[in-house]
């Protein structure tokens, strides 16, 4: 146990086996890249594992397909490992020893989300107990008979005994997130009139027959943890009072350990976004841990140290688990392990892993924190073969990450930033997203324990700054060009592009043909070059009607105008959010954008106009013409003009144009994109030095 952190680094016993500390991850596949269609584990998903282990987590749980796959029937699917036939052992083998070379123990979630098939031959469907559709446009459930039921117990059965033959330490039953196990759970899906159905004891035979049957065929030694969820968030699931009296069938049935997941895929409440707060579903262990005789583990949103630790000194749980704080950091166990929280990469919950992976059926990637996912895990960064002299210019994300890594290669880096502090536009995210500031903290630390960088803050880069010419490599990590408005009238006192606010908080003051403006501009950048913090530019903003009116137009609906929507409205301003495409939020992150429009919606001061041009700003506010060619206007007292950025590559030429040995490119420079494409950008420029 640590100092710091005694509860978090202390053991627990699970029945016959024990885990190093109260740290474990949640299942999800990383996909393509790291499995093949066939269901092997791929060498990347070795490392991905062992990278974990090797950070002293001390259960990882990982998602294994229990029935049969074939390849040629996977174009719809997402690719698992699969645990099914004697052939599919050494795959599993080489999953179990990478992890226990670091002494971790390996659990294997048997995959029931929806989809599931009897025999090879057969296609992967949705199955449950009722054919009883969650959301309008779900696809049509198979009602499971007897003799499905049946083999679907054979399948789990056959699933654990070969996980264990493998060296696997455990299995976990997926009884949560609206998965064919819960569907038989939950009284909203489950009407049938037979001995599965009807009563609580009836709904959850299913789920208790399944951990029977695993604890029958692996034994004792055998980790059997349950992954449900006892508060569901659908029209008339579960609630918790309902789920006490889950617990004691479950117990009683011979699991170890009650893994906790919160609603269903399908809900449309938060769950797992940034606006929920780190440790806020914790209340849902609590009242578990009310009723239960055995150890209960609390996932989703569990990404700070310090709130972990409380939760647990204050009873509500046993465990911590969730995936995304060991995405973003695979040493976090190690970093609590050694007292050393303050070098841990916390997640932001920019929610890229899960858009990507869950949402739209791609590999995992990509990070906002931690740019080693994806083809990076193939191998480690190799050291430099000889150190070089590397500027980086811009303190982005992008610039941040090429910085640290270049130096971690050993080289000599050199930063410039024309501003008087780093952050480049996560100065400005930051506002937006609080916990992006996370990721600045983290710089801030790691680069003021390296004295060996040099850091160059109000300092513009030009072609004349004398240690140029020295450099053996340039990293333009500038940012990008705001996309201007290309209407009459965009030049007015009125107008304010997204940049103008980056400038303000970077201690620049825009320009302005107004006296009045340009003095309020140059007041607030001498301000904010001393004393900003996201927290005040908030407070500010929810107070002070300059630089953004009573009233506002935001041009642009895409992320960056979905966002200053999002912070204004709840400052009680008039907002019209004018997109120019079909689609509002178009670029937003699938777990974001459902909730956030549906906000919009529901707010009486926020009005949504797709498909909607801006012909002309006026001193009132804005000229609007519709795709079918009708004509409206928009009262606004500011024009916030939010239409994100174009490539910004001269400096790079000019650059190259001078002579300079090696110049490379990264972030919205060179491809404007999200928070995570940046930093992986970075990351890959260092790599070719």
């Known amino acids: 146990?640590?100092?710091?952190?005694?509860?978090?680094?202390?053991?627990?016993?699970?029945?016959?086996?024990?885990?190093?500390?109260?740290?474990?991850?949640?299942?999800?596949?990383?996909?393509?890249?790291?499995?093949?269609?066939?269901?092997?584990?791929?060498?990347?998903?070795?490392?991905?594992?062992?990278?974990r282990a090797r950070g002293q987590v001390a259960l990882i749980c990982q998602t294994v397909a229990m029935f049969p796959r074939r390849p040629d029937q996977q174009d719809h699917l997402y690719p698992l490992p699969i645990a099914f036939a004697e052939s599919d052992l050494p795959n599993l083998r080489r999953m179990a020893e990478a992890v226990h070379r670091h002494s971790g123990l390996l659990a294997g979630q048997l995959y029931a989300v929806h989809d599931w098939?009897?025999?090879?031959?057969?296609?992967?469907?949705?199955?449950?107990?009722?054919?009883?559709?969650?959301?309008?446009?779900?696809?049509?459930?198979?009602?499971?008979?007897?003799?499905?039921?049946?083999?679907?117990?054979?399948?789990?059965?056959?699933?654990?005994?070969l996980l264990q033959e493998a060296g696997w330490d455990g299995a976990e039953v997926m009884a949560g997130v609206g998965g064919i196990l819960n569907r038989f759970l939950s009284r909203a899906t489950n009407k049938r009139e037979d001995e599965y159905g009807g009563s609580l004891p009836n709904r959850v035979r299913l789920t208790t027959e399944v951990i029977r049957d695993l604890r029958a065929a692996c034994g004792e030694d055998f980790i059997i943890t349950v992954r449900w969820s006892p508060v569901e968030y659908i029209l008339g699931g579960h609630e918790i009072t309902d789920s006490l009296a889950v617990v004691p069938y479950l117990e009683e049935a011979g699991m170890d350990l009650h893994n906790l997941a919160v609603g269903w895929h399908e809900s449309s409440v938060a769950l797992t976004t940034k606006d929920v707060p780190d440790g806020h579903w914790a209340w849902i262990a609590a009242a578990i841990k009310s009723v239960a005789r055995l150890p209960v583990a609390q996932g989703y949103r569990?990404?700070?140290?310090?709130?972990?630790?409380?939760?647990?000194?204050?009873?509500?749980?046993?465990?911590?688990?969730?995936?995304?704080?060991?995405?973003?950091?695979?040493?976090?166990?190690r970093k609590i392990m050694e007292n050393r929280p303050q070098e841990i990469k916390r997640c932001i919950t920019c929610c890229r892993c899960i858009d990507d992976a869950v949402s739209a059926g791609r590999p995992l990637n990509f990070c906002g924190v931690n740019p080693r996912m994806g083809p990076e895990l193939d191998e480690s960064p190799p050291p430099a073969a000889a150190p070089r002299k590397v500027v980086v210019v811009g303190s982005g994300p992008?610039?941040?990450?090429?910085?640290?890594?270049?130096?971690?290669?050993?080289?000599?880096?050199?930063?410039?930033?024309?501003?008087?502090?780093?952050?480049?536009?996560?100065?400005?995210?930051?506002?937006?997203?609080?916990?992006?500031e996370l990721l600045l903290q983290y710089y801030k630390q790691y680069l003021a324990a390296r004295p060996d960088i040099r850091l160059r803050l109000n300092t513009p880069f030009t072609l004349e700054l004398p240690r140029l010419l020295e450099a053996d490599a340039v990293i333009i990590a500038a940012g990008g060009i705001p996309i201007a408005l290309g209407a009459p009238g965009a030049e007015r006192d009125n107008v304010v592009q997204s940049h103008d606010f980056l400038s303000l908080l970077s201690g620049r003051a825009p320009r302005s043909s107004s006296p009045w403006r340009n003095f309020m501009w140059r007041s607030g950048a001498i301000f904010l070059r001393f004393c900003y913090t996201p927290a005040l530019a908030r407070k500010f903003m929810a107070r002070v009607s300059w630089p953004l009116g009573r009233k506002l137009a935001v041009v642009g609906g895409g992320l960056p105008g979905c966002e200053l929507t999002k912070?204004?409205?709840?400052?009680?301003?008039?907002?019209?959010?004018?997109?120019?495409?079909?689609?509002?939020?178009?670029?937003?992150?699938?777990?974001?954008?459902?909730?956030?429009?549906?906000a919009f919606r529901k707010a009486e001061n926020v009005r949504l106009e797709a498909s909607s041009r801006v012909t002309a700003v006026t001193e009132t506010g804005v000229a609007v013409q519709k795709e079918d060619g009708t004509c409206f206007t928009v009262e606004a007292d500011t024009?916030?003009?939010?239409?994100?950025?174009?490539?910004?590559?001269?400096?790079?030429?000019?650059?190259?144009?001078?002579?300079?040995?090696?110049?490379?490119?990264?972030?919205?420079?060179?491809?404007?994109?999200?928070?995570?494409?940046?930093?992986?950008?970075?990351y890959l420029a260092a790599l070719k030095i």
Not at 121 to 130: I, K, L, M
Not at 310 to 327: F, S, T
């Open 639 to 682: 024009v916030a003009v939010t239409l994100g950025f174009a490539a910004n590559r001269q400096l790079a030429q000019r650059l190259r144009q001078a002579g300079v040995r090696a110049v490379y490119e990264a972030g919205d420079c060179l491809e404007p994109a999200r928070i995570a494409d940046a930093t992986k950008a970075g």
């Open 567 to 598: 912070e204004m409205m709840k400052h009680g301003r008039e907002i019209t959010l004018l997109e120019e495409g079909k689609r509002i939020g178009a670029d937003v992150g699938g777990s974001d954008r459902f909730l956030m429009i549906s």
């Open 302 to 333: 569990m990404t700070d140290p310090w709130v972990m630790e409380e939760i647990l000194r204050q009873g509500k749980a046993d465990v911590i688990a969730g995936l995304r704080y060991n995405i973003a950091d695979p040493e976090f166990p």
């Open 117 to 161: 098939k009897a025999a090879a031959e057969d296609r992967e469907e949705h199955w449950g107990p009722s054919d009883v559709p969650v959301l309008k446009n779900s696809p049509p459930i198979r009602v499971m008979s007897q003799e499905d039921i049946a083999v679907f117990r054979r399948h789990m059965t056959r699933s654990a005994l």
């Open 1 to 51: 146990m640590t100092e710091q952190f005694p509860l978090l680094s202390a053991p627990l016993r699970l029945r016959n086996r024990v885990l190093k500390n109260r740290l474990m991850t949640t299942s999800m596949s990383p996909g393509r890249g790291y499995v093949d269609m066939d269901g092997t584990a791929q060498p990347r998903f070795i490392h991905y594992l062992e990278e």
């Open 398 to 436: 992008a610039g941040l990450a090429a910085a640290v890594t270049a130096l971690e290669r050993g080289h000599q880096v050199t930063v410039y930033e024309r501003g008087p502090r780093l952050g480049g536009c996560l100065l400005l995210s930051s506002v937006f997203s609080p916990t992006y």
